[in-house]
């Protein structure tokens, strides 16, 4: 039973990042049809500015996790200015394959920079907190209560603010949010701004949980993320946010069945039923073309 | 089976003046739409529509915008599955039937927004329209055995065949993309001809024209139907052209049936001009 | 003055042409290996370029005629290569290679390439059938996925079958190096001719339209559902005969080699050469391949390099370098010939010569 308890909050622990990456995918995706497949590695850059903001140039931690959110969001700005707006008329390929692009540019770039070795560090929050016979680390308490807190915030940013509504009405019509008036640039840069910020929280809280940062980190994390958003529905935030937790959980029972070689599998295995059995994911609608 | 039976319609280079077979009313017409209907998330898109068409009758789809035309075609191609109602082409029921099939069956159609293969040849558009036609396995051509090169060029030569119908033979070697906008409406009117349908819809195929050009495509319509034969159920909104060439229109409004009949009739009908101009108000 | 017609080649002697042409390159190149002109080294990288352009026209089937963005190319080459390196290995072929008997190893070499091509088939259909029912971003995961899954399944499946198979981690060893540049080259040749000959049919076109546009495609009867799966069965096949040739170059396979990183190398390919034009991957395969080795002080921004392309070209040049323009010889040939023959028509250049071969 203590057992089944840990391995829970493992579970909700990881699932907490995938799903602050998991949002991101979404809201890109909602908004210009597109898969990020830079978002993974947005992460990767975060996690090693919070690394070297503490290791090198020994920066309070709150400063160097604010430093790495900062970084993430201009980067996800950066990258949209200038790698998808230009193609923002051009065929969905196109997109998708600058987006990989993108993508291996950035987990190159930081190999050739940092190297291609893991960097370690000291467990962020040390310590553990014991009910019983079951023993949590502060960590996966801090991580689950950060990761509700960011979603909740985004939950009201997108359905109480102005921009909020301005980032659904582009996501419904393009053509006609933008003669409402609209601005498009500004909505979509916001959007991967948000997307970003949240996914260098989620950067701070992978650097948490695991006290690493390698070049290729990004890109199953990413993936992972995504499968979450696929399978809680694409463009939906609590689905999100449900797929992330479910990813989370189900890699857990996986490593704790002793299977944990065959977690990446299993993962890319659901994602394969789910979009056969229900492409639209568990919050999503379907989408028709029109004739 | 009748389909398969139907002779290979031959092409007639200059249409002699109105060479329409006779109409046989004894015979069944080529359509006929029963109870036709289909719900959209609990809304009603198009309900309890019936209709027949002659088997060489240019008939006409009519309404304002958002009546439900474009529906019914893409009922009648199986590109939605109806909810309710049967369809019948040449007396067999299409219930079941995919878009391939029906199109098989004989209803070939264009769209109202363009669909051409734009990155293909004007050439290779119509040898596409042509491809149930043609017949010769994967291995054949593979192996480039004789009979590809037979079917080939059989195919090629029917195809500028059908191109000659609007002139553009010339034009077979120029991407479909880069036509101009009446090329390129006429070029999928030749596609659909090619896959050798018995029904013809077009969808609008007058949008973006000038009275002249709107004219000489009325002529291709009405020379189109004595040339191979078939019936053609058009949907426009240009009224000339609608009852100058329709042997029998049908006006949708809210996707109902709201009249039927001839021009004259159509012209007359009181429900249709309030469709179009609005009711008059008392007292004015 | 009767004006007379241009020269135009019959369409036997096109063939007569390419194969004279390909048969020409052939003993060139191996005359230059005889000759030692071409070092051990450089042969080499010559049979690394001819499994690549296998890989690049196979996935430019997918990507470049079909329209599909396809992420998991690397896994129907690991498929195809532990087929063929576990058939090989099982067979008599390493002594036969010991002794020199080249003919009595035909039927065994025939036999991995025909094993590797239909076992990636198969999972080409597995994959492809469902796959391809979903839109194009969601065909781009579901096949990264599938490749993901190749690649822990060839990792880990010993410890559950509890017998040696693919070796694990640890990588299948000793296979027989029966890859050699005829046989490369001979396969190279095949491959593209047989998407030539495809493309260039009504079977082809179907393939181009359902890129172009489907619903306009299933409207004048194409089945779609069919040419979408056997376009992408073909990739795959191919794909598989790459991974046998390149298990049968290099002796050994690795899982790690299959990762999606090598799926990745293979678009680049593509794209930068052009999606859709055979010539653009030929060529792109090639150069791809050899400036690495020319570039090897710099091997370290290779990566760097191919990605920062990929963006770039995707800006200014989405249609890739030779777009989808398709390279003839007799055409060359055939311009040539109007040229010097008949000096009248040299105006009337600038007519578009589409002629379909």
Known sequence: MSLFVSQLFNGLQTGSVYALVALGYSMVYGIILLLNFAHGDIIMVGAYTAFYAMTAFHLHPILSVVLAVVTSTLLGVVIEKVAYTPLRSAPRLSLLITAIGISFLLENGAQLLFGADTKSMDTLVPGNVSFGSVTISYTAILTIIVAVIAMVALTLLVQKTKLGKAMRAVSEDMGAAQLMGISLNKTISFTFAVGSALAGIGSVLYLCAYSQASPTMGSMLGLKAFVAAVLGGIGSIPGAMIGGFAIGLLEALVAAVGLSVWKDAVVFAILIVVLLVKPSGIMGHPVTEKV | MSRTERPKTKLVP???????????????????????????????????????????????????????????????????????????????????????????MGIARTFQNIRLFRDLSVLDNVLVGLHNETKYTLGTAMFRLPQYWRKERIAKERALELLSIFDMQDMADHKAGSLPYGAQRRLEIVRALATNPCLLLLDEPAAGMNPSETSELMDNIVRIRDMFGIAILLIEHDMNLVMGICEGICVLNFGKIIAKGTPEDIQANPAVIEAYLGKKKEGQ | MKTRSKIRIPMPARYVINLALVVGFYFLLTGLISSGIITNYWTGILITVGINIILAVSLNIATGYLGQLPLGHAGFMAVGAYAGGIFMKATPAAALLKEGNTAALIP?????????????????????????????????????????????????????????????????????????????????????????????????????????????????????????????????????????????????????????????????????????????????????????????????????????????????????????????????????????FRPELRKGKEEADNEQN
């Open chain 3, 108 to 340: 065994y070499i025939l036999a991995a390439i025909v094993i590797s091509a239909v076992v990636a088939g198969i999972f080409g259909v597995i994959i492809g059938i469902p796959a391809l029912r979903l839109r194009g971003d969601y065909l781009a995961i579901i096949t990264l996925g599938f490749g993901e899954i190749i690649r822990v399944v060839l990792t880990n499946i010993d410890s559950v079958l509890g017998f040696d198979f693919t070796y694990g981690a640890a990588g299948l060893k000793r296979i027989p190096k029966f890859a050699s540049v005829t046989l490369v080259f001979i396969c190279v040749v095949l491959a593209c001719f047989f998407i030539h000959t495809m493309m260039k049919s009504k079977h082809g076109r179907a393939i181009l339209s359902i890129r172009d546009n489907e619903i306009a495609s299933e409207s004048v009867g194409v089945n779609t559902t069919y040419y979408k799966t056997m376009a992408f069965v073909f990739s795959a096949m191919l794909a598989g005969i790459a991974g046998c040739l390149y298990a049968g170059y290099l002796g050994s396979l690795y899982p790690s080699t299959f990762k999606f990183m090598k799926s990745i190398e293979i678009l680049v390919i593509v794209v930068l050469g052009g999606m859709g034009s055979m010539l653009g991957s030929i060529v792109s395969a090639t150069v791809l391949t050899v400036l690495p080795e020319l570039l090897r002080s710099v091997a370290d921004y290779r990566m760097v390099a191919y990605s920062l392309a990929l963006v770039v070209m995707m800006i200014f040049r989405p249609k890739g370098l030779f777009g989808s323009y398709d390279f003839s010889m007799s055409r060359v040939l055939e311009k040539a010939l109007n040229f010097v």
């Open chain 2, 14 to 104: 200059v249409p002699a003046t109105n060479i329409i077979p006779e109409r046989d009313v004894s015979l069944p017409p080529i359509l006929e739409a029963r109870h036709l209907g289909i719900d959209f998330g609990g809304l009603s898109a198009v309900s309890d529509f019936n209709f027949a068409i002659g088997r060489t009758e240019i008939a006409g789809l009519i309404g304002p915008n958002g009546a439900g035309k474009t529906t019914v075609f893409n009922l009648l191609t199986k590109v939605y599955q109806p909810t309710r109602g049967t369809i019948l082409l040449d007396g067999m029921d299409t219930a079941g039937k995919t878009t391939i099939q029906v199109n098989q």
